[in-house]
């Protein structure tokens, strides 16, 4: 349902005072999972370089010790970097100050669970 033109504008001026009030925009970018995610990838980008350096050094050299500990900082990297990713797409705000009752993760479900539910649902039309 679309606002009115009169919640509009208020929705407007909320907008521009809260932008305009640098605290209120630290601390939502403080608590946005996104801010830190993107640093967050951006640093396993660095590591996968570094672990490449290291494991083309090792190579060059003859050193078994320091091509695997290149690969090894690589790995640990791209794993890094995944889980990174994965954070920034969960776009829920915890709460601005920490008022707010902490989240509880609902329970997952497994494979097997899964599978059981849509042999339940399935259509009965053998």
């Known amino acids: ?3 009115s033109e009169h919640e509009q504008r208020l929705f407007e001026q909320i907008e521009r005072s809260l932008a305009e009030d640098p605290k209120f925009a630290s601390a939502v970018r403080a608590n946005d999972p996104r801010f830190h995610a993107k640093r967050r990838v951006i640093v396993a980008a660095l590591l996968l370089i570094i672990g490449m350096t290291l494991l083309m050094v090792g190579v060059g050299s003859n050193s078994t010790l320091l091509g695997v500990l290149g690969f ?3 790995l640990g990297a791209v794993v890094f970097g995944m889980q990174s ?4 797409q969960n776009t829920d705000l915890r709460a601005v100050g920490g008022t707010a009752t902490r ?3 609902s329970k997952r479900v ?5 599978l059981e539910e849509r042999w339940r649902r399935r259509p009965n039309g053998s």
């Not at 497994?110 to 899964?114: G, K, L, N, Q, Y």
């Open 1 to 3: 349902m679309p606002l």
């Open 72 to 74: 090894l900082v690589m």
């Open 85 to 88: 990713y994965r954070r920034s």
């Open 103 to 105: 989240r509880t993760r």
């Open 110 to 114: 497994s494979f097997v669970d899964r």
